[in-house]
């Protein structure tokens, strides 16, 4: 385990790392004549875009930029557990899309940032050790004075 006395805002700012490089693709794509084409027909390689898909992707797309709020305030054993959790789900999604069709080389270069981003929230939220618990074993210097 890790001992890190600024857990909270390291995880928050990597989120944000992530969530640039997400919102980044995103734009690129629009760039490239190829995606746009489709994206204008409304599909993404075989992917209809329905209603109802924009809505899961917005979904999925909102965790990164929750988690940046989350990460500085939740306590740390919940913290731990939806950077993990979240991490873990964001990979495989990234890997699904990633694997699921012909993509880009831009969309190649970011989805290893991203995976790699997130496998690394994923490792530090599981190494990160509570270091209140470690400042409470030590014994106060004011109750021997």
Known sequence: MI???NAKALLSTIWV???????FCDVFTLMYLEDLRQILNGKAGDVELT?????????????PMVMILLSRVLSYKLNRILNI???VLLVLVQLGSLFAD????HYIFFSIIEVSTLLYIVWLAWHWKNSTVQSEKKPNIQSYV
């Open 85 to 87: 959790a979240f991490g």
């Open 102 to 105: 012909d993509n880009s080389l």
């Open 51 to 63: 209603q109802e898909f924009l809505l899961s992707f917005a979904i999925i797309m909102e965790i």
């Open 17 to 23: 790392f992530l969530t640039v490089n997400f919102i």
């Open 3 to 5: 001992i890190m006395k």
